[in-house]
C-alpha cells in the first residue's frame, strides 16, 4: 500500500473544503431553516420563502430535502410548494415523529455540523473520529443502541447534507452562474494526480477530463470509513481513497475498517515496514526461465504496525495477487543473471557512458520503473519492482 500524505495534501483539502462547502451549507441552511418553523421561531405561512426563496438550490432538490422529514407515500416523497404550508401547520400528521419530539436539538444538531464543516471537511482521520463521538454525546437522540446514527436521519438527512452521489457525477448538478467552478470526483482526483491504485499499486487509475469539461476516467473513491455508516465522513478529503474498482468495491466492499486494525493510506504506507520477496518453486523459475514462483510481502518482525499492514495484506489479498505477477520477478532474475549481477552498472558506465545517467535514470531505463518511494504512484508495481531489486542486490 503506498503513502498518499504529501506536502501538497493540506493544500489540496482547502480547495476540497472550498469546493463542496458551498452546496453543503445549502442543504444545511435548509435543514436548520426547516426545525426553524417546527420550533415557532418562524411562521407556516412563511415556509415557501424561507425554505425556496432564500436558497441557490434547484426547487426540485429542495422537494426532495423536505420529504426527507416526513412520512410521505412514495409516489409523494417530495414536498411540494403547494403543500408546505399544510405540513408545516400540520406538522404532527406530515414529519417523521424523531424530528417533532426532538425538534429544538435536531436545529441545534445541524448548527453544530454547520460550526464544523471545516473539520467535518479537512480533519484528520483520528480528528474525524473524535468530532463523530463528541456530536453523538452531545446529542444523544441522534444516536441508536449500536451507536450508528438513528433513522431516517442517517440514510435520509445526513447523506444528502454530505451527498457523495452528488459529489461523484461530473453532470450531478446543473452548473450556475454563482457556482460555476463546482467541484467534484474528477477535480479532486486531477488535483490529488495519484496514477496508481493506492490499496494496491497494480493498477492504472488516470483521471481523464474531456475538453469540454466532463470526466471520461478517473479513479474510484474508497471511503476508508463505510460512508453508510458514517455519513459525516462521505465528502472527507482524508476519507476519500483513490483506488481501483476491485480493491474498492470487490475486496474492501462496504467492510468497516479502523485504525487501530489497518493502515490508512494517509498516516502511513508499507514503506520500509513491509518489503516484497519471492520464493522459487522449481529450479528453472531459480534462474529465471520459468514463473513458477511464489511472491508474497515480508513483515519486518520489529514493526509497530506489524499487526495492521498483515490485515490490509489479506483484506486486499496483496500475496495470492502479487503471485500473478511472476513474469515480471523472472525478469528482474534474469537480468540479475545475464549481467551477473551488474545490469544498471553496465546501462550507466558502458551502454550510455557518454549520457552521465543519474542513478534515478538508469534505474528507469534498467527497470521501466520509479526509483523513489516519492514516485512509486505513477507506475503500478513500483513497490514491488524497487523491493526486489533491492533484495536481488541489483542496486
Ligand atoms: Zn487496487
Redesign the pocket.
Known amino acids: 500500500m503506498l503513502k498518499l500524505k504529501n506536502e501538497r495534501s493540506s493544500i489540496i483539502a482547502e480547495k476540497h473544503f472550498d469546493g463542496v462547502r458551498f452546496y453543503i451549507n445549502q442543504v444545511l441552511e435548509y435543514y436548520i431553516n426547516a426545525f426553524e418553523i417546527l420550533i415557532g421561531n418562524k411562521s407556516p405561512s412563511d415556509a415557501v420563502f424561507i425554505l425556496y426563496n432564500n436558497s441557490y438550490l434547484d426547487a426540485n432538490f429542495i422537494n426532495t430535502l423536505g420529504g426527507k422529514l416526513c412520512f410521505m407515500k412514495r409516489s409523494e416523497k417530495k414536498i411540494t410548494k403547494l403543500k408546505i404550508i399544510e405540513i408545516y401547520s400540520k406538522p404532527n400528521i406530515y414529519i417523521n415523529n424523531l424530528f417533532i419530539v426532538h425538534k429544538a436539538g435536531f436545529k441545534l444538531f445541524f448548527e453544530e455540523l454547520k460550526t464544523n464543516l471545516k473539520l467535518i471537511i479537512t480533519g484528520s482521520p483520528k480528528e474525524l473520529l473524535l468530532f463523530q463521538e463528541d456530536i453523538k454525546t452531545k446529542f444523544p437522540f441522534v444516536k441508536e443502541n449500536n451507536g450508528l446514527f438513528k433513522e431516517p436521519l442517517r440514510r435520509l438527512l445526513l447523506q444528502s447534507v454530505f451527498n457523495y452521489n452528488k459529489f461523484s457525477n461530473k453532470q450531478g448538478l446543473p452548473k450556475s452562474s454563482i457556482r460555476s467552478d463546482y467541484w467534484e470526483r474528477y477535480d479532486l482526483a486531477k488535483e490529488l494526480n495519484v496514477n496508481t491504485?493506492a490499496?494496491?499499486n497494480?493498477?492504472y487509475t488516470f483521471t481523464v477530463i474531456s475538453e469540454s469539461g466532463i470526466g471520461v476516467i478517473s479513479p474510484t473513491i474508497d471511503h476508508f470509513f463505510d460512508k453508510a455508516k458514517n455519513p459525516l465522513f462521505a465528502l472527507s478529503f482524508y476519507n476519500l481513497i483513490p483506488?481501483?474498482t476491485?480493491?474498492?468495491s470487490i475486496l474492501k466492499g462496504c467492510k468497516e475498517l479502523s485504525l487501530e486494525d489497518y493502515v490508512h493510506p494517509y498516516l502511513g504506507g508499507f514503506g520500509g515496514h513491509a518489503k516484497f520477496n519471492y520464493i522459487p518453486l522449481d529450479v528453472d523459475s531459480l534462474i529465471g526461465e520459468s514463473v513458477n514462483l511464489k511472491v508474497f510481502i515480508d513483515l519486518d518482525e520489529l514493526s509497530p504496525i506489524n499487526h495492521q499492514i498483515k490485515n490490509n495484506i489479506d483484506l486486499?489479498q496483496l500475496d495470492i495477487i502479487y503471485t500473478q505477477h511472476g513474469d515480471q520477478v523472472r525478469e528482474l532474475i534474469k537480468k540479475k543473471i545475464m549481467s551477473n549481477n551488474r545490469y544498471i552498472e553496465i546501462l550507466r558506465h558502458e551502454t550510455y557512458k557518454g549520457l552521465s545517467l543519474t542513478l534515478e535514470e538508469s534505474y528507469r531505463l534498467a527497470f521501466g520503473n520509479y526509483y523513489s518511494e516519492s514516485e512509486f504512484s505513477k507506475r503500478p508495481l513500483s513497490k514491488m519492482i524497487k523491493d526486489l531489486v533491492e533484495r536481488l542486490k541489483m542496486i
Open positions: 491504485c490499496y494496491c497494480r493498477v483506488s481501483c476491485n480493491c474498492n486486499f
